[in-house]
T-cell receptor, first 111, second 112 residues
Framework: QQQVKQSPQSLIVQKGGISIINCAYE??????FPWYQQFPGKGPALLIA?????SEKKEGRFTISFNKSAKQFSLHIMDSQPGDSATYFCAASKGAQKLVFGQGTRLTINP | NAGVMQNPRHLVRRRGQEARLRCSPM?????VYWYRQLPEEGLKFMVY????????ESGMPKERFSAEFPKEGPSILRIQQVVRGDSAAYFCASSPYDYGYTFGSGTRLTVV
């Protein structure tokens, strides 16, 4: 019930391409769905987040798509750049309660 | 705004020693969360605290681990009698009341 499943584990995309990472959750009480970016040796940094009352949120090259009925959400990175190479984590929470993280996706953007 | 401050950044302890990890939340944030990350793995929730209260410790091992967030001063995660399996990165996050979690840079604990 508390799990968030993330796929793929690793992803290689050519520069300029679209990177897509998917997550699925079980707990319908979750009401906050953030994505975090983590570089080696650093802490996770909030990239973009969505609440379940909207189906899509876009910030620059980053877009979250949210499908409430399917209990799935995804991160799209448009025009992917080598600097986007990092590990990405989806997460979910209910209010101020703990964030439940997906397993992470290691993204590599080839120049 | 200095962000979430964690210290030390790196900590080496011998087996059986105690490890103390500190976390100062962002100014105005009253909620603190601790997570553990093993190499090449995701972040696992350990404990959620508000000032002087433990709200949720469902992810914390029952023995050797404890956490506090006193009225004054940083939040402390204490690991007693460390073992090799405790070697990991420990991250602290804070939030003002709900959502908006900000993570620190972590403490990397190595047990030798």
């Amino acid at each position: 019930q508390q799990q968030v499943k993330q796929s793929p584990q690793s992803l290689i995309v050519q520069k300029g391409g679209i990177s897509i990472i998917n997550c699925a959750y079980e707990n319908t009480a979750f009401d906050y769905f953030p994505w975090y970016q983590q570089f080696p040796g650093k802490g996770p940094a909030l990239l973009i987040a969505i609440r379940p009352d909207v189906s899509e949120k876009k910030e620059g090259r980053f877009t979250i798509s949210f499908n409430k009925s399917a209990k799935q959400f995804s991160l799209h990175i448009m025009d992917s750049q080598p600097g986007d190479s990092a590990t990405y984590f989806c997460a979910a929470s209910k209010g101020a309660q703990k964030l439940v993280f997906g397993q992470g996706t290691r993204l590599t953007i080839n120049p | 705004n200095a962000g979430v401050m964690q210290n030390p950044r790196h900590l080496v302890r011998r087996r059986g020693q105690e490890a103390r990890l500190r976390c100062s939340p962002m100014k105005g944030h009253s909620h603190v969360y601790w997570y553990r990350q093993l190499p090449e793995e995701g972040l696992k929730f350990m404990v959620y605290l508000q000032k002087e209260n433990i709200i949720d410790e469902s992810g914390m091992p029952k023995e050797r681990f404890s956490a506090e967030f006193p009225k004054e001063g940083p939040s402390i995660l204490r690991i007693q009698q460390v073992v090799r399996g405790d070697s990991a990165a420990y991250f602290c996050a804070s939030s003002p009341y709900d959502y908006g979690y900000t993570f620190g840079s972590g403490t990397r604990l190595t047990v030798v």
